[in-house]
């Protein structure tokens, strides 16, 4: 259960939140978790999120019993851990999910099949929808991973099957599967949408925040891509503004603040949102943990002590600062965080500046200090290129003017749908320009009776400037 509490990401947040002098953290340890939800502390604000053995149904009578205010939504928890609410609230909440069908087995016998649902050589149905292979089956609970994409045969077949990281392995493919479906449980099945590669995560703190991280997606190779630190490697990208609108409609159709989800960048131009995680961080990004710490204050105190926000607060450390804080505040960090729990202390403005008395400040140092700190803070994002290369290879086009009917009747029965060219390119095409060429210059042998004189009959060479009427490639 400890897990994500003992993150760094949750450390090094929690370090910054009590930086501001505001906040007491109280521990829910695992054996205070197990014990009876009555005799756990009373707090003013609870961050709770669901992980292996949690027990979340308790947490939500204790939200029901004291009434604390929720960063993340306790009660709407539930529908994270099934797939098939996740996809429903999407689609109520009108974001775009990828097509899919849902074969729910819930009930029914193992190997039995509800009805409606009929699966053929190189796709499934379900009352006549329809989803053709590639298609990706997934586990209706969220806390199954193993996720097969099943290939028709017209791409060698098999399945390729994804799950947790093991080592370096996040996905194996089995050439030798008979393309079947898993009958054990209930399954969606959604159409496999190509990504050029990568999947794309991204993470809210609140619905006006959002970050957004891209790796190499498992179903490239299945090997999981590493830094020389041993860290899989992702690289921030940017959201579109389609894609944060989207950001701000999941954390607030799940009632999470702080929220992760995945998302998918089609090919065909659109994104869809293909899985929601609930309560998730980014990792080793010094900017986001203080940007993260500074919207959890600002929400906690709108709802607690909105007065507090009427006064400057005390000038929380920032990125590599942080070492410099007192030890009575290092001191009172978690060592063994299970659930999180805050409460706003309410101290005076006094004691919060006293106790960050030693925590050294832009705004005292010199200027060139100051300029110091601030690039000490800065963190390079990305580096953004657009490169073009020099080597070429000429197309050895030749451009010509041509009035004769048999070629501009060429000319109207490829033309393309802009009504702009015609592109000859297969071999019939080819073959029909080949025959009204002979045809000419056997009308034209009849007429000059000379074959070297071209040129005379209508062909005359263009100006590379002139837009050609007829182009082969």
């Known amino acids: 259960m400890s897990k994500k509490a003992k993150s760094k990401p949750m ?13 007491e953290v109280i521990t829910f340890g695992d054996e205070m978790l197990g014990g009876d939800y009555h005799d756990w502390p009373v707090v003013q604000c609870l961050l709770a999120w669901h992980s292996e053995n949690f027990p979340l149904k308790k947490a939500q009578r204790y939200a029901a019993l004291r009434k604390p205010y929720l960063v993340n939504d306790v009660f709407a928890q539930d529908i994270l851990l099934d797939r098939r609410r996740v996809y429903a609230r999407l689609m109520e909440s009108g974001i775009p999910v990828p097509p899919h069908i849902v074969v729910d087995r819930d009930g029914l016998a193992p190997g039995e099949d509800p009805p409606g649902f009929v699966e053929g050589e190189d796709y499934v149905e379900v009352d006549g929808q329809r989803i053709e292979k590639p298609f990706v089956e997934k586990p209706v609970s969220g806390e199954d991973h193993n996720i097969y994409i099943y290939y028709p045969f017209s791409m060698g077949g098999g399945v390729k099957k994804l799950f947790r990281k093991v080592n370096n392995r996040s996905a194996d493919y089995d050439s030798k599967h008979p393309g079947t479906v898993r009958r054990d449980s209930s399954y969606i099945y959604e159409q496999f949408l190509p990504t050029g590669g990568t999947d794309v995560k991204v993470y809210t703190v609140g619905p006006r925040y959002a970050h957004a991280e891209a790796r190499k997606s498992p179903v490239v190779d299945g090997k999981v891509q590493r830094a020389p630190d041993g860290k899989e490697v992702r690289y921030p990208v940017l959201l579109s503004p389609q894609e944060k609108e989207t950001a701000r409609m999941v954390s607030l159709a799940f009632g999470q603040r702080v929220c992760g989800f995945d998302l998918l960048r089609s090919d065909r131009g659109r994104s869809y949102v293909c899985d929601v ?3 998730s961080f980014v990792k080793n990004s010094h900017k986001y943990y203080d940007d993260a ?21 005390p000038e929380a450390p920032r990125g590599p600062q942080l070492k410099t ?8 960090l978690p060592g063994d965080t299970a659930v999180l729990v805050s409460s706003d202390s309410l101290r005076s403005q006094g004691e919060g500046a006293e106790a960050l008395a030693s925590v050294p400040s832009g705004s005292l140092r010199g200027l060139d200090e100051g300029e110091e700190a601030l690039r000490e803070d800065e963190e390079l994002r990305c580096v953004l290129a657009v490169v073009r290369h020099g080597d ?7 451009k010509m003017r041509v009035t004769q009917p048999a070629l501009l009747a060429l000319c109207v029965k490829y033309m393309d749908a802009k009504g702009k060219q015609a592109k000859l390119k297969s071999p019939s095409e080819l073959q029909d320009l080949l025959d009204a060429t002979r045809s000419l210059l056997l009308a034209m042998e009849a007429e000059d009776g000379a074959v070297e004189d071209k040129t005379g009959s209508g062909v005359q060479p263009l100006s590379t400037s002139e837009p050609p009427f007829v182009e082969k490639d």
Do not use: D
């Open 392 to 398: 070429r290879t000429p197309k050895q086009k030749l």
């Open 277 to 279: 995680n609930g309560w």
């Open 293 to 313: 710490a500074g919207i959890l204050r600002l929400v906690i105190l709108s709802a607690l002590a909105p007065h507090r926000l009427l006064v400057a607060p």
């Open 325 to 332: 804080l007192p030890p009575s505040c290092l001191a009172s």
């Open 11 to 23: 450390v090094e947040i929690i370090k910054r939140l009590l930086a501001y002098g505001e906040f």
